[in-house]
């Protein structure tokens, strides 16, 4: 998305419960200095980068979700690579 488009949809579901400052702020700290969002030239656009917050999520929604069908992702590289972190996240809370 574009800074302003996310903005924008930040201003949309919490503008009634925070001012658009501090969620222009926060959109500003996500970027630079906490690099959540990072600025992608190909797309010129912000994405969350190398997927990295999108891998937490969906770590946590396989292993909470007892819907998901394992079996069936792990024929796909991407996602192996993502159960052997939720594993291995999995093993240090133990």
Not at 8 to 35: A, R, T
Not at 73 to 84: I, V
Request: glycine letters at 4%; a negative charge; aromatic letters at 14%.
């Amino acid at each position: 998305m574009q800074k302003n488009e996310i903005i924008k949809y930040i201003k949309s579901d919490f503008g009634e419960s925070f001012n658009e400052q501090l969620l222009e702020s926060c959109v500003v700290d996500l970027i630079d200095p906490c690099n959540v969002i990072v600025y992608d030239s190909h797309s010129d656009s912000y994405t969350f980068g190398h997927f990295r917050y999108q891998e937490h999520l969906a770590s946590e929604e396989i292993s909470s979700n007892r819907e998901v069908d394992i079996l069936e992702l792990l024929f796909d590289d991407w996602w192996r690579g993502l159960y052997a972190y939720m594993l291995k996240k999995m093993i240090f809370v133990l």
